[in-house]
């Protein structure tokens, strides 16, 4: 109990590539650590008595899952040109002014503050 513990690790740093490579390279980094790494840590707490660690690092994984999911999706989106598109009516926010727009797709420009495209979102229905 107690005294130093001796951490040694890895990060993949200093590589910045197209928006699709980056989210490609997060989605393997978050496959690499829910399906190798936290069930790894997981299972050495385990073995060190650590139930309650253990089952955070099993939690932790879950999210993890749930990031890679999340950058899977975005990367299918960004690649087949249908980050700003939806199948049906849907409503669009600008994150600048708030202005809201109803169509298929978010506008080139916002209209009222002219911000561009790049600046609209799914409207968040979360509260």
């Known amino acids: 109990e107690g005294g130093m513990v001796e951490i040694t690790?890895?990060?993949p740093a200093g590589i910045i590539g197209t928006t699709l490579e980056n989210l490609?390279?997060?989605a393997?980094?978050?496959?690499?650590e829910w399906g190798e790494l936290y069930p790894?840590?997981?299972k050495i707490a385990e073995e060190e008595g650590f139930k309650d660690v253990a089952?955070?690092?099993?939690?932790?994984?879950v999210a993890e899952k749930a990031h890679e999911e999340r950058y899977r999706k975005l990367y299918n989106n960004l690649q087949a040109g249908k980050i700003?598109?939806?199948n049906g009516k849907i409503v669009w926010k600008c994150r600048n002014c708030g202005?809201?727009?109803?169509?298929?797709?978010?506008?080139?420009?916002?209209?009222a503050c002219?911000?561009?495209?790049a600046f609209f979102e799914i409207r968040e229905t979360n509260y």
């Not at 089952?55 to 994984?61: D, E, G, T």
């Not at 202005?99 to 209209?111: D, F, G, I, N, S």
């Not at 002219?114 to 495209?117: A, G, I, N, R, V």
Request: aromatic share 12%.
């Open 9 to 11: 690790a890895t990060y």
């Open 24 to 26: 490609k390279a997060a």
């Open 28 to 32: 393997d980094g978050e496959k690499e």
């Open 40 to 42: 790894e840590f997981a």
């Open 55 to 61: 089952a955070a690092f099993r939690l932790i994984a």
């Open 84 to 86: 700003f598109e939806s």
């Open 99 to 111: 202005y809201l727009h109803e169509a298929e797709k978010a506008p080139q420009m916002c209209p």
């Open 114 to 117: 002219l911000h561009p495209q």
